[in-house]
């Protein structure tokens, strides 16, 4: 199981860029190229499901009426293309990263879903809805 495709990372960074990106060795071999990108699919799928393990919501997600929630697609997707991008070796330094925004996207994903201010429309709640004692590491002694 994915949470997303070859064709929703190519919507967001653009086809020429994706298989580009999954060109390791740079001679266009079609089929490195595609077991590239569907090795870097299935990573953002473990990463994401480590990531969030623990959050309000249950991981791995399960299909609802055939579809993920959308935010877990966009998350996937922008994934696939950052772990791909960063497979190339292209980055040199912060100000030649192409990708760094995305990049801070699904940083900024994580944190939302697992600090509540995100919330997944089409799957439920795992927590309860009562006070609990959280731990701040000061002593009351």
């Given at each position: 199981?994915?949470?997303?495709?070859?064709?929703?990372?190519?919507?967001?960074?653009g086809?020429?860029?994706?298989?580009?990106?999954?060109?390791?060795?740079?001679?266009?071999?079609?089929?490195?190229?595609?077991?590239?990108?569907?090795w870097?699919?299935?990573?953002?799928?473990?990463?994401?499901?480590?990531?969030?393990?623990?959050?309000?919501?249950?991981?791995?997600?399960?299909?609802v009426?055939?579809?993920?929630?959308?935010?877990?697609?966009?998350?996937?997707?922008?994934?696939?293309?950052?772990?791909?991008?960063?497979?190339?070796?292209?980055?040199?330094?912060?100000?030649?990263?192409?990708?760094?925004?995305?990049?801070?996207m699904?940083?900024?994903?994580?944190?939302?879903?697992?600090?509540?201010?995100?919330?997944?429309?089409?799957?439920?709640?795992?927590?309860?809805?009562?006070?609990?004692?959280i731990?701040?590491?000061?002593?009351?002694?």
């Open positions: 199981m994915v949470y997303s495709v070859k064709a929703d990372t190519e919507s967001i960074f086809p020429l860029n994706v298989s580009k990106w999954a060109d390791l060795n740079n001679d266009a071999d079609s089929t490195e190229i595609a077991t590239r990108i569907t870097s699919i299935q990573e953002a799928y473990d990463q994401i499901n480590a990531r969030l393990y623990g959050c309000r919501y249950t991981v791995p997600f399960t299909l009426s055939a579809a993920y929630d959308p935010i877990i697609v966009t998350l996937s997707a922008r994934l696939v293309g950052v772990l791909l991008y960063d497979n190339r070796k292209l980055i040199d330094t912060e100000e030649v990263d192409e990708v760094l925004n995305h990049r801070k699904v940083e900024r994903t994580y944190a939302d879903i697992h600090g509540g201010r995100l919330s997944l429309l089409v799957y439920t709640e795992r927590a309860v809805d009562y006070p609990q004692a731990a701040s590491g000061i002593s009351c002694t």
